[in-house]
T-cell receptor, first 112, second 111 residues
Framework: SQTIHQWPATLVQPVGSPLSLECTVE??????LYWYRQAAGRGLQLLFY??????ISSEVPQNLSASRPQDRQFILSSKKLLLSDSGFYLC???????????FGSGTRLTVV | QKEVEQNSGPLSVPEGAIASLNCTYS??????FFWYRQYSGKSPELIMS????GDKEDGRFTAQLNKASQYVSLLIRDSQPSDSATYLC???????????FGPGTRLSVLP
């Protein structure tokens, strides 16, 4: 069966520090991968999506970047975090869009 | 810009009652519709999908779709306190690579 792993679960980082969040999917090939952010009390904001290795589409201009070095690995990065980067970061995957997404357990990031 | 709207709530219903959650969307070419449940502090989980006009039932959950009115709803029968969560509506047009999520409706089922 397919599973999605996301880590770490929680993270507290100072302003200006770098960020690296990792997401891996098991049990499927060539998934579509997504990074979402959910600020406190807000809806889900799509940050990046990828349909294959090295293919990244950005939905929102910001100081974040994403990479997909392997078929089932998706990484969210930042060189310098801002206070406004705090939120709940969710990785998701799908094979067929008609079937919907499956989300990982999320990373709660607090920038202090 | 595709938009998905939901009443933010909170929607409070007594235990055993029917909870009705509503969602409207702006993009007429939308073809796939989903309901996610998100418990506080947790990630969303998919509970229902619907693609055709009409009703789709799964246990205590019924999704209703009316494409002419650009309206999708979720009914929860015999509501339980464990149904207390935020319910997110999501819409995909099958042409884009991603979904648009509504802001979610917070449901509280009172014992």
């Amino acid at each position: 069966s397919q599973t999605i792993h996301q880590w770490p679960a929680t993270l507290v980082q100072p302003v200006g520090s770098p960020l690296s969040l990792e997401c891996t999917v098991e049990g499927t090939s060539n998934p579509n991968l997504y990074w979402y952010r959910q600020a406190a009390g807000r809806g889900l904001q799509l940050l990046f999506y990828s349909v294959g290795i090295g293919q990244i589409s950005s939905e929102v201009p910001q100081n974040l970047s994403a990479s997909r070095p392997q078929d089932r690995q998706f990484i969210l990065s930042s060189k310098k975090l801002l206070l406004s980067d705090s939120g709940f970061y969710l990785c998701a995957w799908s094979v067929r869009r008609i079937e919907g997404y499956t989300f990982g357990s999320g990373t709660r990031l607090t920038v202090v | 810009q595709k938009e998905v709207e939901q009443n933010s709530g909170p929607l409070s219903v007594p235990e055993g009652a029917i909870a009705s959650l509503n969602c409207t969307y702006s993009d007429r070419v939308s073809q796939s519709f989903f309901w996610y449940r998100q418990y506080s502090g947790k990630s969303p989980e998919l509970i229902m999908s619907i693609y055709s006009n009409g009703d789709k039932e799964d246990g205590r959950f019924t999704a209703q779709l009316n494409k002419a009115s650009q309206y999708v709803s979720l009914l929860i029968r015999d509501s339980q306190p464990s149904d207390s969560a935020t319910y997110l509506c999501a819409v995909n047009d099958n042409y884009g690579q991603n979904f648009v999520f509504g802001p979610g409706t917070r449901l509280s089922v009172l014992p």
